[in-house]
């Protein structure tokens, strides 16, 4: 296995539809990406504002539903 590919942090892709995800996915996607900032803000990785961007994608959706009850 490359360094390469062991390297990668899993996101988000911009075109999952979290709105089909379940109050509970949507919390331990939540609680994934969290845990991945946490190590990119560590690591000092470049890809600490892609993973922003997904916790904030979630947090949105969470937001949403919220407003709906």
């Known amino acids: ?5 062991t390297n990668k942090i899993p996101v988000l892709s911009e075109d999952y539809n ?3 995800d379940s109050d509970l996915e949507l ?18 990785s470049t890809a600490i504002c892609e993973v922003w961007d997904c916790i904030v994608r979630v947090a949105q959706e969470i937001v949403r539903r919220g407003d709906c009850k």
């Not at 296995?1 to 590919?5: A, F, L, R, Y």
């Open 27 to 44: 919390a331990r996607t939540m609680k994934r990406l969290c845990g991945e900032y946490e190590m990119c803000y560590y690591t000092m």
């Open 18 to 20: 979290l709105s089909l």
């Open 1 to 5: 296995m490359s360094n390469e590919k």
